[in-house]
């Protein structure tokens, strides 16, 4: 079984950096592709990014585009989401997920198998 284990988020004030960690447990993370979601009070959960299993390609957002960055660390079984420029908009709750490493074309939640429990991210106007 894959465990999923986020950390990092917080209270920032606009226009702060948090740097969001993903720690993953009981397979190798090369299996996977790994994103990141959010999930604002009231909305859908939305993708944010997300990062193939060899680290050669990622996608993001518009809404975060140039802002966060994405990463893995496939040694040390961790995936990270860099949020610089933060806007009061990116309020959520941060979620990590993984995909078999296979499947690329389709990043829509319901084709992640495996999540995160989620860490709150709030900033501050």
């Known amino acids: 079984q894959v465990q999923l284990v986020e950390s990092g988020g917080g209270l920032v004030q606009a226009g702060g950096s948090l740097r969001l960690s993903c720690a993953v447990y009981?397979?190798?993370?090369?299996?996977?592709?790994m994103g990141w979601f959010r999930q604002a009070p009231g909305k859908e959960r939305e993708f944010v990014a997300a990062?193939?299993?060899?680290?050669?390609?990622?996608t993001y957002a518009d809404s975060v585009k140039g802002r966060f960055t994405i990463s893995r660390d496939n040694a040390q079984n961790t995936v990270y989401l860099q949020m610089n420029s933060l806007k009061p908009e990116d309020t959520a709750v941060y979620y990590c997920?993984?995909?078999?490493?296979?499947?690329?074309?389709?990043?829509?939640?319901?084709?992640?198998?495996?999540w995160g429990q989620g860490t709150q991210v709030t900033v501050s106007s």
């Open positions: 009981g397979r190798t993370l090369t299996s996977y592709n």
């Open positions: 990062i193939k299993w060899s680290a050669t390609t990622t």
């Open positions: 997920a993984a995909k078999q490493w296979a499947s690329w074309s389709d990043l829509s939640p319901a084709t992640f198998s495996f």
